[in-house]
Structures are given as structure tokens and as C-alpha cells.
């Protein structure tokens, strides 16, 4: 049974959790800064020779479709309801954010440590203004791990027992995962790596952030 002890969203702003909250913006701050750098590297080492797309049994035996308005539109409100969300569900605010940062500082990581080109056909973004963000963040230059499919992945994870949320960030992250290897714009591995990848951010979490996660376990 699920804690009915009452808790807003700016409970997270007193002293009791204050110092957490902060904690939790300082993380993401410095995870998406790594972020950036390691798109830039990504960038940077893509125009060596060396860089070279390679083979997928998967997208050499499917046609490149252009799903630019799901993978890039799509994503962006996505980003928008599910903070919206967590914002509205205190209680597993503070170790989802927590759990965000750890998500897209392992992924910088890798990204970091092996380069591969895009596949050929690729879509091809548009000149719109979510493209121009979707391209300043690099997001086709870091193909390992597919972070479309892999963040509403972790969604799930946290919020497992509630069943719609979960149903929900399941098949968000289906359909960006489906959506990505149609438009050629990740690799096969990248997108069914993505869950594990998720899955161990998921629990390395619950390891670092204890008495975050201890707010939505169910109470005894």
C-alpha cells in the first residue's frame, strides 16, 4: 500500500528536503554539461577518417522512413509532460531527477568511447526550430545508447507501480525506439541496449540515492 502521508511539491523546497533538491540540480547541471562536451567530442572525432558507418542486419534489410516530426517534435513534448509529471508527483521528484542526471551522465560516457558514423540513409533533420535544438545538442553525433529510448525506459522504472505511468513511459519508449530504427538514425544495439543501460542506471540509482527512493517505496 502506497504512503498516504500528504506531499506538494513545495514540501521539496523546506528544510527537510531542500538540501537534496539542491543536490539534485547541481547533478543534472553537471551531467548535462558532460553532455555537451562529449557531443562535441563526438562531433569533432566523427570527422576523422576513421569514423565509418558499419552494417546492421536490421536497418540494411528496412527502408529509411522520415519520422523527423516523431523523433524530434514528438520528443520535445514528451520532455515537457513528463517533467510536468514528475512535477506533480513530489515524491518520486527528487530520486527521478537524481536518477536523470546518473542517465545522461552514463550515456556522455559512452558516447565518449567509441565512434561510429550514422548509418548512410539517415533522415535528414528539417530548418525548423526544433531541429535547430535537436542538432545544437548533437543528439545524431552520440548514437550510443539511444537516449529516446532508453529515458522513458527509466520513466517506467521509477514509476513502476503506478500502472498507467507505467503502461505509458512503456510504450513512449517503444514507439521513439521503433521510430529512431526506421529513420536510420540509430543502430540496432543502440536501441535494444538502451532498457539495460536504463535498468542499471535504475539500480545504481536506488544504491546511491537511498533515502530518495525510500519516499516511494510503498510505507510498512
Known amino acids: 500500500m502506497e504512503s498516504t502521508h500528504p506531499m506538494r511539491i513545495r514540501d521539496l523546497f523546506t528544510a527537510k528536503w531542500r538540501d537534496s533538491l539542491i ?87 559512452c558516447t565518449s568511447l567509441t565512434h561510429v558514423g550514422i548509418y548512410p540513409d539517415h533522415m535528414i533533420l528539417d530548418l525548423g526550430l526544433f531541429d535547430t535544438i535537436y542538432r545544437y545538442l548533437n543528439f545524431q553525433t552520440g548514437l550510443f545508447f ?36 526506421l529513420a536510420h538514425v540509430h543502430y540496432s544495439i543502440d536501441v535494444f541496449a538502451a532498457p539495460f543501460m536504463a535498468y542499471g542506471v535504475f539500480i545504481v540509482s536506488k544504491k546511491l540515492f537511498p533515502h530518495d527512493y525510500k519516499l516511494i517505496e510503498p510505507s510498512s
Open 23 to 109: 543536490a539534485a540540480g547541481v547533478l543534472l547541471f553537471v551531467s548535462y554539461l558532460l553532455e555537451h562536451f562529449a557531443n562535441v567530442y563526438a562531433f569533432t572525432y566523427m570527422l576523422r577518417p576513421t569514423t565509418v558507418p558499419v552494417g546492421d542486419i536490421i536497418l540494411d534489410n528496412i527502408p529509411a522512413i522520415d519520422l523527423n516530426f516523431i523523433i524530434v517534435e514528438m520528443a520535445f513534448v514528451a520532455i515537457i509532460v513528463g517533467t510536468l509529471f514528475v512535477l506533480r508527483r513530489p515524491r518520486h521528484a527528487l530520486f527521478a531527477l537524481k536518477a536523470l542526471a546518473l542517465f545522461v551522465s552514463v550515456r556522455a560516457l
Open 146 to 181: 539511444s537516449g529516446h529510448t532508453g529515458l522513458p525506459f527509466l520513466l517506467a522504472l521509477v514509476f513502476w507501480r503506478e500502472k498507467r505511468a507505467r503502461f505509458m513511459f512503456l510504450l513512449v519508449s517503444a514507439v521513439f525506439g521503433t521510430a529512431v530504427l
